[in-house]
């Protein structure tokens, strides 16, 4: 899947939580560094 930096700065724009709980922007966790997001899909 290519990636256009419209949809980047969309995803970075959205909110998630990090892993004490707080809630940051996505953008901050690649700004520092390549990141990998991995997206598990939770049934039930």
């Known amino acids: 899947m290519k990636i256009d930096q419209e949809m ?8 998630v939580w990090d892993e004490t709980g707080e809630s940051v922007e996505m953008a901050s966790l690649w700004e520092e560094q390549p990141t990998v997001l991995v997206f598990v899909r939770h049934f039930g």
């Open 8 to 15: 980047l700065e969309n995803l970075g724009a959205k909110s």
